[in-house]
């Protein structure tokens, strides 16, 4: 169980999801806030220097693990978690190697949601107090 809430960005092209996703997390106690696109991630990123980002991999314009790798220069030490409907390995071993330390198989459950934010903040938190 987390002690201490953690910033968790979501990131999905899907806004009913990515929606979702956010009351979630306000309802386990997290700062939580959604965006729909690359673009906006990167410009809410460098405002909100999340904890965590829950990284949709199949963005329109940029996927997500390109988008990753961006995330690391300007907010170090956060934690991706991916959440995308692609099952291929080659793209869950892509982002892994891009330094996603999850990755969610959609439709995923409020509980398996929960479970990896917690985990992550609870990384995140020892790692950065």
Known sequence: ???DSCK????DDNHDAADTSVM???SWKHEAVAVY???ECITIARQFDPDIVLMDIGLPGM???DVAK??????PGVRIIGVSGFTQKDIVRRSR????TD???KPVAPTELKDAVDTQCSISRDTYP
Do not use: P, R
Request: net charge negative; aromatic share 6%.
């Open 24 to 26: 979630l997390l306000h």
């Open 37 to 39: 696109s690359a673009a």
């Open 97 to 100: 190697a891009a330094g996603f």
């Open 70 to 75: 961006e995330l690391q220069a300007i907010c």
């Open 103 to 105: 990755y969610l198989v």
């Open 8 to 11: 968790v960005l979501v990131v």
């Open 63 to 65: 996927n997500g693990i």
């Open 1 to 3: 169980m987390v002690n």
